[in-house]
Nanobody
């Protein structure tokens, strides 16, 4: 089992920056991919960014060039640096961790952290 705890959300003006952190505990050495998703009110949860165990990254088109995902494998922590924030970035941000492959794959989620960007 993996437990995830996010921190770093808050209220920021448009154009500002925030850094989200997510700390994994439990069987964290079994984690391969880690990422961030977000869910705005009335909308589905969407991928924001993901980073693999090897360091490869992938971003949603809407955040490319503004957000950066990074990871400290030894600490079991993943970060999301968010710059040039826009009101449309307002959402609850969820940390995600993936373990295993195929039928043994498991997804773990944090409790979410609110990010609000004012115009």
């Amino acid at each position: 089992q993996v437990q995830l705890v996010e921190s770093g959300g808050g209220l920021v003006q448009a154009g500002g920056s925030l850094r989200l952190s997510c700390a994994a505990s439990g069987t964290r050495f079994s984690i391969r991919d880690m990422g961030w998703h977000r869910q705005a009110p009335g909308k589905q949860r969407d991928l924001v960014a993901v980073i693999t165990l090897g360091g490869s990254t992938n971003y949603a088109d809407s955040v490319k060039g503004r957000f950066t995902i990074s990871r400290d494998i030894a600490k079991g922590t993943v970060y999301l640096q968010m710059n040039s924030l826009k009101p449309e970035d307002t959402a609850v941000y969820y940390c995600n961790a993936v373990t295993g492959w195929g039928t043994a794959k498991s997804d773990y989620w944090g409790q979410g952290t609110q990010v609000t960007v004012s115009s």
